[in-house]
């Protein structure tokens, strides 16, 4: 499906964190050092979408687009964790139901081309949410 054609439902962001605070799969931090970086995450999300009004879909596909501050090649699936921590924030803002399978299609991962900028000397990342149409198939109907 191409997401040009369709008009996206809703949109968030940016949401804005060090490169460092970014959580990826390669990390092997216990899960206790991780737990409070998750839960900010998750506390961002939330409260950034109940500022914005956050509407509430029953089922929706997300589209992530993601930012970094330099052009070096990345596997963005590595960064999965943030993402989680950021949907489940929006699920707590009453964006979907839940972000189980019948709710919730993606986050899909997309590489935003445009740098961020540094912030007092510190390489940010940024990710914003772009919420679509959930894609029915035949198995839905």
Same mark, same amino acid.
């Given at each position: 499906m191409n997401d040009a054609a369709i &008009?996206?439902?809703w949109e968030i962001g940016p949401f804005d964190l060090p490169q460092a605070d970014m959580l990826s799969l390669n990390g092997r931090a216990d899960r206790r050092t991780l737990s409070p970086r998750i839960r900010t995450l998750r506390m961002q999300a939330r409260v950034m &979408?109940? &500022?914005a009004h956050c509407p509430t879909?029953? *089922?929706a596909r997300l589209v992530a687009w993601v930012r970094f501050p330099d052009g070096r090649r990345r596997d963005l699936h590595n960064y999965m964790p943030t993402l989680k921590a950021l949907v489940d924030g929006l699920v707590d803002a009453? $964006? $979907?139901p839940d972000d189980d399978a019948r #709710?919730?299609?993606g986050p899909d991962m997309r590489l935003d081309p445009r #740098?961020? #900028?540094? *912030?007092m000397g510190i390489p940010m990342c940024?990710? *914003?949410?772009t919420?679509?149409?959930y894609e029915e198939n035949e198995e839905d109907q």
């Amino acid at each position: 499906m191409n997401d040009a054609a369709i &008009a996206p439902l809703w949109e968030i962001g940016p949401f804005d964190l060090p490169q460092a605070d970014m959580l990826s799969l390669n990390g092997r931090a216990d899960r206790r050092t991780l737990s409070p970086r998750i839960r900010t995450l998750r506390m961002q999300a939330r409260v950034m &979408a109940r &500022a914005a009004h956050c509407p509430t879909f029953m *089922r929706a596909r997300l589209v992530a687009w993601v930012r970094f501050p330099d052009g070096r090649r990345r596997d963005l699936h590595n960064y999965m964790p943030t993402l989680k921590a950021l949907v489940d924030g929006l699920v707590d803002a009453g $964006l $979907l139901p839940d972000d189980d399978a019948r #709710h919730l299609q993606g986050p899909d991962m997309r590489l935003d081309p445009r #740098h961020t #900028h540094k *912030r007092m000397g510190i390489p940010m990342c940024s990710i *914003r949410f772009t919420v679509m149409p959930y894609e029915e198939n035949e198995e839905d109907q």
